[in-house]
Every structure is written in structure tokens, then in C-alpha cells.
């Protein structure tokens, strides 16, 4: 029991390697990652995840009731210029499209509610193999 | 390989671990947040990719490398980012190297005196594979 409490709260990197590059190969591009640069990129979503969470609740208004809350997500993605990569305009929840050959023809962004649509600018291709 | 959109998804149990461990302990995520958070990660993953690449193609290199992720991060203007990258690639580094030299040992063991492993090696391997699966766990949990 020891053993596995520690284990987990000591591992450099708590994201999946193996999910990562995945999602690193889904770049039609790419052809190889060495183990370095796949133990960065988990590495950096790590950090980018908790400066996200973090830079949201700092500015947002959730923080009176002491939440983070969807509204002041898409508010940093539309207003601070670091994260505007993630501003599909109005929201950052983020859908793949694909086509019969099952590539990812474009990303969307969707609203909660799911009915308002925008594309993403991230018009990159990505091969679902 | 992906083979289903949801291949591209990051397990839903990690994201939140690692969104409170950034946030004063009590506040609440909403379960919006937290999709949005995760789905944001697997935007950055492929944005971070495609940027790395480009240093690799203008090296004229295929593999994408160490100083490509870091020099992204630049591009992406995370540089806050580039320092705490370093540091951890270099204990990273430091442990592949140990566990390269433990199975070599091991390996050198298997050959003189095959009955007679070590404990330390067996406790190592037992830990792995908990870590393994504590990870499923959580993959499990939440779908």
C-alpha cells in the first residue's frame, strides 16, 4: 500500500505517455517522436493544464462562490492573449469532425448546449488510423 | 494509432487531479470545466506538435526531439513553461538511465545465478505494475 501511495504521488509525470503520443501521431506530419520530446509534451500539458486552470479562477468571476466554472474558461480563451489559440470565438469545447476515410477533417468548437457551431482555426488534418 | 475520436481524449480522472493540485483546496470544478480543461489539453498536445515539427522539418530532421518541444514553447509563448521543462527532463533523463542500468544488472544476474533475484529488483517491478494499474483504475472509473 506504501509503495503504490507513493508511486503515485512521486511520478514525474502523471498524464499517460502512451495516450499522448496518440494524440502526437494523429498528426499526419509526424513521423517520430524520440522519448525525450514525448516525456516534454506530457511534461508542458501538465503545466499548461494547471496554468489554465489556475489563470481561469484567478480572473474569473466563479471565484466569489468558489468555483471554477465553465464561463470563466472560454472568457480566458477569448481575453487573454496566450490561450486565444484556444479561442474558437465563442467556446473552447473542442470536436473532431471526420469523414468516411475517418480523418479528422476539422475541429469544432461547440457550445454546452451543443448547438451552436464554429470552426476552429486549427485546420490541420489528422489521419484516425 | 487513434482510431476513434475519443482516442484523442485525456483520462478524465488525471485532468482533475491535476487541476486541484493548481487550485485552492474547496473550490469547486464544474463538470463543463473540467471537459473544457481536458479537451483544451488535447488542443494543446496537437498545437504543441505541430509547432515542434516545424523545428524539426526546418532542421531537416524526422524524429521530433528534445530541443523541438522546447523551442514550441517559445513559439507558443509559454516560456514560463521552458525552465520547469528542463529540470524535470533532466531527472527524467537521470531515472531511464538508472532503470537502463538496473535491467542490465538483472540481466547479468539472470545469467550467473538465475534463482537468486534480488528483492529490491522484484519490489521495483511490483510498483510498475501497480502504477499501471491504479491508471486503469481511473480510466475506468470514469467512463
Same mark, same amino acid.
Request: proline content about 3%; hydrophobic content about 35%; some cysteine.
Given at each position: 500500500?506504501?509503495?503504490?501511495?507513493?508511486?503515485?504521488?512521486?511520478?514525474?509525470?502523471?498524464?499517460?505517455?502512451?495516450?499522448?503520443?496518440?494524440?502526437? !501521431?494523429?498528426?499526419?506530419?509526424?513521423?517520430?517522436?524520440?522519448?525525450?520530446?514525448?516525456?516534454?509534451?506530457?511534461?508542458?500539458?501538465?503545466?499548461?493544464?494547471?496554468?489554465?486552470?489556475?489563470?481561469?479562477?484567478?480572473?474569473?468571476?466563479?471565484?466569489?462562490?468558489?468555483?471554477?466554472?465553465?464561463?470563466?474558461?472560454?472568457?480566458?480563451?477569448?481575453?487573454?492573449?496566450?490561450?486565444?489559440?484556444?479561442?474558437?470565438?465563442?467556446?473552447?469545447?473542442?470536436?473532431?469532425?471526420?469523414?468516411?476515410?475517418?480523418?479528422?477533417?476539422?475541429?469544432?468548437?461547440?457550445?454546452?448546449?451543443?448547438?451552436?457551431?464554429?470552426?476552429?482555426?486549427?485546420?490541420?488534418?489528422? !489521419?484516425?488510423? | 494509432?487513434?482510431?476513434?475520436?475519443?482516442?484523442?481524449?485525456?483520462?478524465?480522472?488525471?485532468?482533475?487531479?491535476?487541476?486541484?493540485?493548481?487550485?485552492? /483546496?474547496?473550490?469547486?470544478?464544474? @463538470?463543463?470545466?473540467?471537459?473544457?480543461?481536458?479537451?483544451?489539453?488535447?488542443?494543446?498536445?496537437?498545437?504543441?506538435?505541430?509547432?515542434?515539427?516545424?523545428?524539426?522539418?526546418?532542421?531537416?530532421?524526422?524524429?521530433?526531439?528534445?530541443?523541438?518541444?522546447?523551442?514550441?514553447?517559445?513559439?507558443?509563448?509559454?516560456?514560463?513553461?521552458?525552465?520547469?521543462?528542463?529540470?524535470?527532463?533532466?531527472?527524467?533523463?537521470?531515472?531511464? @538511465?538508472?532503470?537502463?542500468?538496473?535491467?542490465? /544488472? @538483472? /540481466? @547479468?544476474?539472470?545469467?550467473?545465478?538465475?534463482?537468486?533475484?534480488?528483492?529490491?529488483?522484484?519490489?521495483? /517491478?511490483?510498483?510498475?505494475?501497480?502504477?499501471?494499474?491504479?491508471?486503469?483504475?481511473?480510466?475506468?472509473?470514469?467512463?
Amino acid at each position: 500500500m506504501a509503495a503504490r501511495l507513493s508511486g503515485g504521488e512521486n511520478r514525474l509525470v502523471s498524464l499517460p505517455l502512451s495516450r499522448i503520443r496518440v494524440i502526437m !501521431k494523429s498528426s499526419p506530419e509526424v513521423s517520430s517522436i524520440n522519448q525525450d520530446a514525448l516525456f516534454l509534451t506530457a511534461k508542458a500539458t501538465e503545466l499548461f493544464v494547471q496554468y489554465l486552470a489556475a489563470y481561469s479562477y484567478k480572473h474569473g468571476k466563479g471565484k466569489e462562490k468558489n468555483a471554477l466554472t465553465y464561463s470563466d474558461l472560454s472568457h480566458t480563451a477569448e481575453e487573454c492573449e496566450t490561450f486565444q489559440f484556444l479561442a474558437g470565438i465563442y467556446s473552447m469545447m473542442v470536436k473532431p469532425v471526420c469523414n468516411t476515410q475517418n480523418e479528422i477533417l476539422l475541429l469544432l468548437n461547440y457550445s454546452p448546449t451543443g448547438h451552436q457551431y464554429s470552426v476552429y482555426h486549427w485546420t490541420g488534418t489528422c !489521419k484516425l488510423h | 494509432m487513434a482510431e476513434r475520436p475519443e482516442d484523442l481524449n485525456l483520462p478524465n480522472a488525471v485532468i482533475t487531479r491535476i487541476i486541484k493540485e493548481a487550485l485552492p /483546496d474547496g473550490v469547486n470544478i464544474s @463538470k463543463e470545466a473540467r471537459s473544457a480543461i481536458s479537451r483544451a489539453a488535447s488542443v494543446f498536445v496537437l498545437y504543441a506538435t505541430s509547432c515542434a515539427n516545424n523545428f524539426a522539418m526546418k532542421g531537416k530532421r524526422k524524429t521530433l526531439n528534445a530541443g523541438d518541444v522546447l523551442s514550441a514553447m517559445e513559439e507558443m509563448e509559454f516560456q514560463r513553461f521552458v525552465a520547469p521543462l528542463k529540470e524535470s527532463l533532466e531527472v527524467y533523463r537521470r531515472e531511464q @538511465k538508472g532503470k537502463k542500468e538496473a535491467r542490465k /544488472d @538483472k /540481466d @547479468k544476474k539472470a545469467d550467473s545465478e538465475e534463482q537468486d533475484k534480488s528483492r529490491e529488483e522484484e519490489n521495483d /517491478d511490483d510498483d510498475e505494475r501497480m502504477d499501471e494499474e491504479e491508471q486503469n483504475d481511473e480510466e475506468e472509473v470514469d467512463n
